[in-house]
């Protein structure tokens, strides 16, 4: 790996740990790949066009919950984070992009990536230290 296992760990804990939390991603593969690191509560796949996708998360979730803005980190998952984050906020949601911006200093810039053969890997080890715990 191209970075300290035990920060890639730490944001995996911090991650499956939010409360009142709503995760956005792109895709179906994206979220399989979150699932994959047992993250279990609401995973939503941006659906264009994108105003009606964030007014549908609105209404499905309350201000209490925390938007986890989970999405690529190519020109059009960009376009998008930069709009929904100012939507969301707009109407006095609470957006987190630290995650967004972590996960790209492990150089993942799909989220998808995280489902890849380095990933799965890796989750052998962090398996084996939750065990351990």
Do not use: C
């Not at 730490?10 to 047992?38: C, M, P, T, Y």
């Not at 990933?119 to 080890?125: Q, S, V, Y």
């Amino acid at each position: 790996m191209d970075f300290p296992e035990e920060d890639f760990f730490e944001f995996v804990d911090r991650l499956q740990n939010e409360h009142k939390s709503v995760i956005i991603v792109e895709g179906v593969k994206d979220k399989e790949a979150l699932k994959f690191w047992e993250i279990t509560y609401p995973i939503e796949i941006l659906s264009p066009p994108l105003l009606e996708f964030s007014e549908g998360i609105m209404v499905k979730y309350s201000k209490d919950y925390q938007i986890i803005l989970l999405l690529d980190a190519d020109p059009e998952g960009k376009k998008f984070h930069g709009f929904l984050k100012n939507e969301f906020r707009k109407f006095g949601y609470k957006v987190n992009s630290g995650y967004w911006i972590k996960i790209q200093r492990f150089k993942v810039t799909y989220i998808e990536g995280l489902n890849s053969s380095k990933f799965r890997e890796l989750k052998m080890k962090y398996s084996q230290i939750k065990i351990e715990k």
